[in-house]
């Protein structure tokens, strides 16, 4: 069984269905409850948050943007994230680059 935070990244971000990201805790307490929503926010704050951390090896030239960097400097540490949820984090964090 795939873990939950893969569809709370979709929804809580509006990825797919929203023009630009937007925090949507309603629809994590309506799909899996306040107590699960509650605790699913906060694992994607602080996947959030760990994408603001720096990026390895920005003095080296690239032909990969900012964000595919970010999102493989971060996959090796979260094996729980699968296809969708990994795209969710990438689509936010590139919203959050302009």
């Known amino acids: 069984m795939s873990d939950p ?3 709370a990244l979709v929804l ?3 990825f797919g269905n ?3 990201p937007r925090a949507k805790t309603p629809h994590l307490v309506q799909r899996f409850g306040e107590a699960e929503g509650t605790e699913l926010k906060q694992r994607i704050l602080a996947l959030l948050e ?3 951390q720096p990026v390895d090896g920005l003095e080296k030239r690239s032909k990969k943007s900012l964000t595919e960097r970010a999102i ?3 996959q090796p540490k979260h094996p729980e994230l699968d296809d969708s949820g990994l795209k969710a984090l990438a689509w936010t964090y590139s919203f959050g680059l302009r």
């Open 18 to 20: 929203s023009p630009f």
């Open 5 to 7: 935070i893969n569809e």
């Open 12 to 14: 809580y971000t509006g």
């Open 72 to 74: 493989e400097q971060l």
């Open 50 to 52: 760990e994408l603001q």
